[in-house]
């Protein structure tokens, strides 16, 4: 790196293994909260944080924003915010034959159920600004992740984003202040 020059980075390196996360933020206070980190993101994996979540804060109504991805809408996640509302197993139906499990759509409509304790609205395609938790994870990119980030192991990563956490949630945590300033589409 010179000054008045691009940098270079070299194209070969050595990558020790990746991991995933999933994780909520609080949109009143701005925690983030129940961060799941590990290498994989399965429809368990989410239907865990969900639980999580819900856990940490039983007796509050949760709305939680997420995209359109299957495991979003999956049948073990209905079943959960079933049991969390008090709502019979038995009336979900069969999964692909009847019933609220019948297909995505239905299980998605059961999940945006506004008259549910736990709530899913789902982010149009290409519109993953809308939900917050994306925003944090471009935060989390630029502070720690970003292009001269090294990590020699897998659990040094997850150290890391763990700690990193802890330091967003005790010093750095605050609401985002949503405005909009441009000119509204004239359809």
């Known amino acids: ?24 933020r609080n949109v009143a206070s701005g925690e983030i909260v129940a961060p799941l980190i590990q ?27 997420t995209d359109n991805l299957n495991t979003h809408m999956s ?10 509302c008090g709502i019979n197993e038995a009336s979900l139906g069969i999964k692909e034959k009847h019933g609220i499990l019948k297909s ?21 395609k290409h519109c993953s600004w809308l939900n917050q938790i994306e925003c944090w994870f471009s935060i989390l990119t630029r502070r720690l992740l970003n292009k ?3 990590f020699k192991s897998i659990g040094e990563l997850e150290q890391k984003l763990l700690s990193f956490i802890d ?21």
Do not use: C
């Open 1 to 24: 790196m010179r000054a008045g020059r691009p940098e270079r980075v070299d194209p070969e390196y050595i990558r020790h293994g990746t991991t995933g996360m999933i994780a909520s």
């Open 148 to 150: 001269r980030a090294s």
């Open 39 to 65: 290498p994989t993101r399965t429809e368990e994996d989410f239907v865990r944080h969900i639980n999580d979540v819900v856990s940490i804060y039983p007796e509050d109504k949760h709305i939680f924003i």
């Open 104 to 124: 995505m759509a239905s299980r998605a409509e059961f999940l945006m159920d506004d008259t549910h304790q736990i709530v899913f609205v789902y982010t149009p």
């Open 75 to 84: 049948e073990s996640l209905v079943k959960l915010v079933a049991v969390k």
């Open 167 to 187: 330091y967003y949630n005790q010093f750095l945590k605050k609401p985002f202040q949503w405005n909009f300033k441009g000119n509204l589409l004239k359809v």
